[in-house]
């Protein structure tokens, strides 16, 4: 079992920066990719960047350029980098874990409880 633990919401406002963290704890049994996802209000959970061991990444169009997902594998930490954030931004922001190639919802093995930012303009 893995457990998922983000850090770093909070409030901030148009035009800041935030940075998130998420510690993985447990046995991960082979390489995995970890993931932020978020979640506006009234909306469906979307993706937002994945990392894999390797280095490869892939960000969302709505955060290209503006955010950068990092990881620091031998502290098992993902991270977040949140800049020029809008009021659209407001979502909570979940970390995952996937064992697979894909960055879907449903392809994510682990998730944590996530963390709220919210973007005041």
């Known amino acids: 079992q893995v457990q998922l633990e983000e850090s770093g919401g909070g409030l901030v406002q148009a035009g800041g920066s935030l940075r998130l963290s998420c510690a993985a704890s447990?046995?991960?049994?082979?390489?995995?990719?970890m993931c932020w996802f978020r979640q506006a209000p009234g909306k469906e959970r979307e993706f937002v960047a994945i990392?894999?061991?390797?280095?490869?990444?892939v960000y969302a169009d709505s955060v290209k350029g503006r955010f950068t997902i990092s990881r620091d594998n031998a502290k098992n930490t993902v991270y977040l980098q949140m800049n020029s954030l809008k009021p659209d931004d407001t979502a909570v922001y979940y970390c995952?874990?996937?064992?697979?190639?894909?960055?879907?919802?449903?392809?994510?093995?682990?998730w944590g409880k996530g963390t709220l930012v919210t973007v005041s303009s």
């Open positions: 447990g046995r991960t049994t082979r390489s995995y990719a």
């Open positions: 990392k894999w061991s390797g280095g490869n990444t």
């Open positions: 995952a874990l996937t064992y697979g190639s894909r960055w879907s919802r449903e392809a994510m093995d682990y």
